[in-house]
């Protein structure tokens, strides 16, 4: 693969959230992570946990959003949602408070005139959504794939709105570096970071493109090393924007890490010119050119 070819040997190691990652990547147990921006991920920076944003990893930009609002088609059916005003007194699974899907389901609820303790939040790991809104625990979710298309397809919920047509350009990913893959080991971030985005491009030739033989490939990729196996979930879900040339929505993170701190989740800001660190993205760009 790209990375063989970079002379990289990878090896991966699962986290049950990106927060679990973050005190062994920033004391360098591990070189290189992936995973959600939070208001977990500026508090740690702010704190001096030596971690950088070095390229995206997953955007929900206009029209192509994986997030979604997703209501139990009981309730759609009897009448009891039928608009957004709708979510006052119900109780909405999200994974976490201070990620991304919470300004989401804050911003569905004031988009009603609703104030965000109108809504019962029910914290739940995503996987446990579903079946949670098939026995009733849950009246709805803010689902991601691949559980917002299982919750469609077993006619467990509704789907109501997208993330995107609240929030477009939402950057809910990032790939971070250790502080040693800046410092001591630079060529293996730049030859990481070269055959990271030569991935991120096929993907995109995949499923923004839609070249067939590609997609085959990448699906097959995907079924190997992600929990979801099944190929025919891949023609369903929506997939999430990888931005092919690595880019790194600024205004974004600007805007989530102000919204942590009025909120109460953040307490000290941090200086976001100084943690998203564009050089090994622009050293890639330089070897693959701009994608088009």
Same mark, same amino acid.
């Given at each position: ?15 049950? @959230? ?10 360098? #147990? ?10 977990? &991920? ?9 971690? *950088? ?23 759609? /059916? ?13 109780? !909405? ?5 201070? $990620?991304?899907?919470? $300004?989401?389901?804050?911003?569905? %609820?004031?988009?009603?005139?609703? =104030? ?6 029910? !914290? ?16 709805? %979710?803010?689902?991601? /794939?691949?559980? =917002?298309?299982?919750?469609?397809? #077993? ?5 109501? /709105?997208?993330?995107?047509? $609240?929030? +477009? ?27 990271? &985005? #030569?991935?991120? *491009? ?24 992600? +929990? ?25 993170? *600007? ?11 953040? @307490? ?17 760009? #330089?070897?693959?050119?701009?994608? *088009?």
């Amino acid at each position: 693969g790209y990375f063989a070819e970079q002379g990289l040997a990878i090896e991966f190691v699962p986290f049950r @959230s990106a927060a679990d990652m973050i005190a062994p990547l920033g004391v360098g #147990q591990l070189d290189i992570g992936g995973g959600a921006v939070s208001a977990g &991920l500026f508090n740690a920076m702010a704190r001096g946990v030596d971690l *950088r944003i070095v390229a995206d990893k997953g955007t929900i930009r206009t029209g192509q959003s994986y997030e979604a609002l997703i209501i139990r088609r009981d309730l759609v /059916e009897s009448g009891r949602f039928k608009t957004l005003a709708d979510l006052k007194g119900l109780r !909405i699974g999200l994974a976490a408070r201070g $990620i991304s899907p919470h $300004i989401d389901l804050v911003m569905f %609820a004031q988009k009603a005139n609703l =104030r965000p303790d109108d809504v019962e939040i029910t !914290i739940m790991a995503f996987p446990d959504m579903v079946p949670a809104m098939a026995n009733k625990a849950l009246d709805g %979710a803010l689902l991601i /794939e691949p559980f =917002r298309t299982q919750a469609l397809e #077993q006619q467990i919920g509704v789907f109501i /709105e997208s993330a995107d047509k $609240i929030y +477009p350009d939402h950057q809910v990913a990032v790939v971070l570096y250790a502080p040693h893959m800046r410092r001591e080991k630079v060529d293996a971030g730049r030859k990481f970071m070269v055959a990271y &985005l #030569q991935g991120v *491009r096929d993907f995109n030739d995949a499923f923004i493109k839609k070249q067939p033989e590609k997609k085959q490939q990448v699906i097959g990729a995907l079924a190997k090393f992600t +929990p979801v196996k099944d190929f025919a979930l891949y023609e369903k879900m929506v997939m999430p924007w990888l931005d092919p040339d690595g880019t790194v929505n600024r205004q974004s993170l *600007r805007f989530d890490q102000e919204w942590y701190a009025q909120n109460g989740f953040v @307490s000290t800001k941090v200086n976001l010119s100084l943690v998203v660190d564009d050089r090994f993205v622009l050293y890639a760009l #330089q070897r693959l050119g701009r994608y *088009r």
